[in-house]
């Protein structure tokens, strides 16, 4: 069972994502994928009996999880194992693959669909001090012209609302900016959303009965703004952030603020984690399946509820994975493998 390091992994998820829009090539395919001999998500998944927790055709992976993979391999390679682990979707973390070849956003759309993937989504930057940057506040319209290009349905942004600070006004100010990514996405057929990390479950600066998750959900249009809810990371703002900074109880429960919204989470992140209460996180980051997170409980009370059963997208992920081939394969074995219970 894999582990995480002892550093930040949260710090280092957000510095490292963004080197996924330059990866480097190394060994050849044929080399690596022998070394993987990976099975079939259908011969690992157990045949038990009930409908399946897992909607058919909803199963995606956030391709961060690959980026070594992608950077030695390329996506073609990456696209056929996904395939043969029984995977639908793919959501990216940038577009290039580095030296492993050039690659247009035509061929990298073609070359998904030709292995039975949808591109789902994507993740980009909210702002940099650089203007240049490829960001949703200095190059939106660009943003939006390659997520068209690919034919997202999704186009979103992983860093938080703490552009201008964590008081309730600095969030209200960015939830306007999202509106305006979300007004800016919806003219083009698609949603704009954002992923959280823990820090979103803390409370308000300037106000510490305030989460600001909750400025977040009441200052942005629910027909413009959607999220992305990562389980993991919201298990652990539960973790972090279930006592306001007087020590007063503020418990409260992830998976009520979907069946609250469902229609607000079209996506989510599908990581698991090992309770460990000296972690700074309480979670230890690991296969999905191999945590703490009932994930048949989480799944089945989103998709039980009535017209809801297609309507979210599943991608599974891990920061650090020890290998990230074995982590897509099993987590998608284990995944399939779930039933509704009777």
């Known amino acids: 069972m894999s582990r995480i390091s002892q550093t930040d992994p949260e710090l280092t ?19 690596l994928l022998g070394a993987a001999s990976p099975a079939t998500a259908a011969e690992s998944a157990s045949a038990g009996r009930g409908r399946p927790v897992l909607p058919p055709g909803r199963l995606g992976i956030q391709l961060y999880s690959l980026r070594d993979k992608v950077s030695t391999l390329g996506f073609g390679p990456v696209f056929a194992e996904l395939e043969k682990y029984g995977y639908d979707e793919v959501e990216f973390a940038g577009y290039t693959q580095g030296s492993a070849g050039p690659i247009t956003l035509a061929q990298l759309r073609r070359l998904a669909r030709n292995h039975g993937l949808t591109p789902i989504g994507s993740h980009v930057g909210y702002y940099s001090d650089d203007p240049n ?14 997520a068209q290009a690919l034919g997202l349905k999704h186009i979103g942004t992983a860093s938080g609302p703490f552009r201008y600070g ?14 305006t990514y979300g007004a800016a996405a919806k003219a083009r057929g698609m949603k704009f959303y954002q992923h959280n990390h823990s820090d979103e479950f803390s409370f308000a600066a300037d106000n510490p009965k305030v989460r600001l998750y909750d400025v977040l959900l009441a200052e942005t249009d629910p027909d413009l703004v959607f999220l ?3 389980i993991f990371w919201a298990y652990a703002g539960q973790f972090r952030f279930s006592k306001r900074p007087d020590g007063s109880p503020a418990p409260f429960e ?29 979670y230890r980051m690991v296969d999905v399946g191999d945590g703490d997170i009932d994930y048949q409980k989480f799944i089945s009370a989103v998709t039980r509820l009535r017209g809801e059963r297609l309507a979210h997208h599943w991608q599974t992920e891990h920061d650090q994975p020890a290998e990230s081939f074995t982590f897509a394969r099993r987590s998608s074995a284990y995944l399939h493998s779930l039933r509704e219970k009777c």
Request: aromatic share 10%.
């Open 13 to 31: 998820h957000r510095l490292t994502r963004r080197g996924m829009l330059g990866v480097a090539a190394g060994a050849t395919a044929a080399a």
């Open 133 to 146: 940057a490829y960001t949703f506040a200095q190059n939106l319209t660009k943003v939006l012209d390659d």
């Open 166 to 179: 964590s008081t309730v006004d600095a969030w209200k100010r960015a939830a306007e900016e999202f509106n």
């Open 228 to 230: 992305e809810m990562d």
């Open 254 to 282: 992830p998976l009520d603020y979907v069946l609250r919204h469902p229609h607000r989470y079209p996506l989510f992140h599908v990581k698991d984690g090992v309770s460990d209460p000296s972690n700074q996180f309480g």
